[in-house]
């Protein structure tokens, strides 16, 4: 009965030790956050993030959502290898009276930090009449 323990403990032991030794999928962004300055009411702008996996393990985006439905995400589908790179486009479709946005993209990942977060901001203005 002791032996089966000890073997039990050992077999247990060094599972424990591989997993420790993994490195989790994680982003690694060119930048996080993007001032569009000021923007067309109408007129659609997007912008690229950028990033890389700089985990052991393929990065999964699961799930990219936006705080409003004027902004629209598009993002890499296919696991990112180690090293490799891919990108979350956001489309911003200005409506409404000119003034300041702040918006946010929420990503949710098998990431390191399962949930990730973006910004986008600016301003509307009307556009100019000739």
Known sequence: MKKLIVL???ILGVS???QAQTKPADFKFDKE???FGKVTLGKPVSIDFKFTNTGEEPLII???ETSC????PEYTQTPVK???SGVIKVTYTPAGA????SKIVTITSNAKTS???LYIKGETVAASSK
């Open 8 to 10: 039990f403990t050992m």
């Open 62 to 64: 699961s799930k990219v």
């Open 16 to 18: 424990f030790a591989t």
């Open 82 to 84: 180690k090293g490799e």
């Open 115 to 117: 949930t990730k977060v």
């Open 98 to 101: 000119p003034m300041p946005f």
């Open 33 to 35: 956050s993007y001032d």
């Open 69 to 72: 439905g004027c902004t629209v």
